[in-house]
C-alpha cells in the first residue's frame, strides 16, 4: 500500500510539473542593463522597465503582447526617434515565447513604417533587427553592434 501511495504521489507530481510549462528566472532589466552598458554606439536612449510605477501601461509602448503573462521587462529607445531599440523580455511560462515574438515582429514592422519619415539608413538599420529567444527570454536589437548583444545575451540568460 505504501509502495503503491509513493508511485501515485510520484506520477502526480511530475505530472504537474509538466502542465505547469517551464518556468522563466531570467531578470530583464539587470540584462538589459548589462546590453546597455555594451551598446557604446548607441545615441542617448530613454528606458523603461517593469521597476517603473506604470509598467504594464508602458509596456504597451514596445508591443501589445498580455503583460500579464511577463515576468519583467526591460525596453530601451532612442531619445532622438531614430532606430535603436534594445528590448529584453523575461516570460512567467515559456510556452508564451512565440506570440511574444509575433507581437514584437508586428512592433518592428510599425518602426520600419515609421523610419520612411527619417532617411533610408534608419529604415534600413531597423530591418536589420535581431529578434532572439532563449528559455522564455526574448531579445529584440536594432542598431550597430546588435550582434554583439545578441552573443552576451545568450551568454547570459540561463
Sequence with gaps: MKRFLS??????LALSLIACGKKNTTDAVSL????MEQ???FPEMKTITSSDKDAEINFSTLCDFD???VNSYYYAYAADGTAPEIAVVSLKNTDDTADLMSAIK???KTRE??????SSDQVQ????????QKN???GYFIGQGSADLEKTFKKEVK
Excluded at 538589459?32 to 546590453?35: A, M, Q, R, S
Excluded at 513604417?113 to 527619417?118: K, L, V
Excluded at 538599420?125 to 532572439?132: A, K, P, R, Y
Design 67 to 69: 503583460y500579464s503573462k
Design 125 to 132: 538599420m531597423v530591418g536589420s533587427f535581431i529578434l532572439t
Design 113 to 118: 513604417g515609421t523610419m520612411q519619415e527619417y
Design 39 to 41: 551598446a557604446a554606439g
Design 7 to 12: 508511485v501515485t504521489l510520484t506520477v502526480i
Design 136 to 138: 522564455g527570454t526574448v
Design 106 to 108: 508586428d512592433h518592428q
Design 32 to 35: 538589459g542593463k548589462e546590453l
